[in-house]
């Protein structure tokens, strides 16, 4: 069964204090990874597709990085807009669905 | 290009009542999740539609919810009775054939009292 971890669950960061989310799978066969940024009230954003262990993906301030077992994103110098919950979720070769994991509440202070 | 509709945004209910909720995808989109996702934590996947076939409803409480996609365009997601624990937010994805990336709306609130 495809499991995802996030951590750490809550992450409060000083505006340009930079840090790293990570996400942990476990998978048959990783048809893709995927972040998704979810603010209150609303509908996970899509971030990034990683499909293979060394591939990076980069969108302004975040860069999301993949190896066999785990993902990170990487928040460079985070504005207090960047505070969300960042979720992580996989796709495994037989099933066609996604499985999240937790999420991370990011919180970024002016 | 439209996002993926969904309504009503909130909805409140008593246990025991039937909700429904409904689902308009991005134009063009084959496939159609229902997620459930309860307060802190991540969706968890109700249904997968693909054109107006069931993929997947291996985790769907069949004893009450039920959902239909006719014509393979909008869906519609039901709960009959509600029970306290249902409360969630009820997120609908879609994504084209032969892509990766889902695509959600902004999802339903249902509170159950």
């Known amino acids: 069964e495809d499991q995802v971890t996030q951590s750490p669950e809550a992450l409060r960061l000083q505006e340009g204090e930079s840090s790293s989310l990570n996400c942990s799978y476990t998978v048959s066969g990783l048809r893709g990874l995927f972040w998704y940024r979810q603010d209150p009230g609303k509908g996970p954003e899509f971030l990034f597709t990683l499909y293979s262990a060394g591939e990076e993906k980069e969108k302004e301030r975040l860069k999301a990085t993949l190896t066999k077992k785990e993902s990170f994103l990487h928040i460079t110098a985070p504005k207090p807009e960047d505070s969300a919950t960042y979720l992580c979720?996989?796709?495994?070769?037989?099933?066609?669905?996604?499985?999240f994991g937790p999420g991370t509440r990011l919180s970024v202070l002016p | 290009e439209a996002g993926v509709a969904q309504s009503p945004r909130y909805k409140i209910i008593e246990k025991r009542q039937s909700v429904a909720f409904w689902c308009n995808p991005i134009s063009g989109h084959a496939t159609l999740y229902w997620y459930q996702q309860i307060l802190g934590q991540g969706p968890k996947l109700l249904i997968q539609?693909?054109?107006?076939?069931?993929?997947?409803d291996s985790q769907l409480p069949k004893d009450r919810f039920s959902a239909e996609r006719l014509k393979g365009v909008d869906s519609t997601l039901k709960i009959q009775p509600a029970k306290l624990e249902d409360s969630a937010v009820y997120l609908c994805?879609?994504?084209?054939?032969?892509?990766?990336?889902?695509?959600f709306g902004q999802g339903t609130r249902l509170t159950v009292v």
């Open positions: 539609f693909q054109n107006n076939g069931v993929v997947d």
């Open positions: 979720a996989v796709r495994d070769s037989y099933g066609q669905n996604f499985v």
């Open positions: 994805a879609s994504s084209s054939q032969g892509s990766t990336e889902a695509f």
